[in-house]
């Protein structure tokens, strides 16, 4: 479920980038920025590394972005399950039926809102708009490292050979 809830929810946001290309993504590729890009990294609704990225940019502290990252990671194994407890209460099921696609999105999106909302507030961060521009912020910088994995994997570094 919580595969075809990611590829579902960002397959606007990834439209230029083949969503099968995700599958091909199965080794560790390191990034420009340090980054480590895995499938498994991908798939999180909260990469801890993206995370403190945006709340460190932000200027929030070391160790408040820490925290609150940690807990965010934590958290993603929740939000798969509070989104398909939300479509459930609905007739038809938007993850049942594809022609409601925009309606699952919108569960998603308001979803993922409450949880990294709540969890910003109780590490104090309780401005909205900060909340919601933190969460723009982090959304599309897992676009991004999105698109530069696939990029880096289709196209890998080749190693030099030294030459004798």
Same mark, same amino acid.
């Given at each position: 479920?919580?595969?075809?809830?990611? #590829?579902? #929810? #960002?397959?606007?946001?990834?439209?230029?980038?083949?969503?099968?290309?995700?599958?091909?993504?199965?080794?560790?590729?390191?990034?420009?920025?340090?980054?480590? #890009?895995?499938?498994?990294?991908?798939?999180?609704?909260?990469? +801890?590394? &993206? &995370?403190?990225?945006?709340?460190?940019?932000?200027?929030?502290?070391?160790?408040?972005?820490?925290?609150?990252?940690?807990?965010?990671?934590?958290? *993603?194994?929740?939000?798969?399950?509070?989104?398909?407890?939300?479509?459930?209460?609905? *007739?038809?099921?938007?993850?049942?039926?594809?022609s409601q696609r925009d309606?699952?999105?919108?569960?998603?999106?308001?979803?993922?809102?409450? &949880?990294?909302?709540?969890?910003?507030?109780?590490?104090?961060?309780?401005?909205?708009? +900060?909340?919601?521009?933190?969460?723009?912020?982090?959304?599309?910088?897992?676009?991004?490292?999105?698109?530069?994995?696939?990029?880096?994997? +289709?196209?890998?570094?080749?190693?030099?050979?030294?030459?004798?």
């Open positions: 479920m919580k595969d075809m809830l990611y #590829c579902l #929810c #960002c397959a606007a946001t990834f439209s230029m980038v083949g969503l099968s290309d995700l599958y091909a993504v199965t080794t560790e590729v390191v990034l420009s920025n340090s980054m480590k #890009c895995t499938k498994e990294e991908l798939m999180t609704f909260f990469p +801890q590394q &993206v &995370v403190e990225s945006v709340l460190l940019k932000a200027h929030l502290s070391k160790e408040q972005a820490e925290a609150i990252s940690k807990e965010l990671a934590q958290k *993603d194994r929740e939000l798969a399950k509070l989104v398909e407890e939300k479509a459930a209460k609905v *007739d038809p099921n938007p993850f049942k039926d594809l309606l699952a999105i919108r569960i998603y999106r308001e979803t993922l809102y409450e &949880v990294f909302a709540k969890v910003l507030k109780s590490h104090g961060v309780t401005n909205e708009d +900060q909340i919601q521009t933190l969460l723009d912020e982090m959304q599309a910088a897992k676009s991004e490292l999105f698109i530069e994995c696939i990029r880096k994997q +289709q196209h890998p570094t080749k190693p030099s050979i030294p030459s004798s």
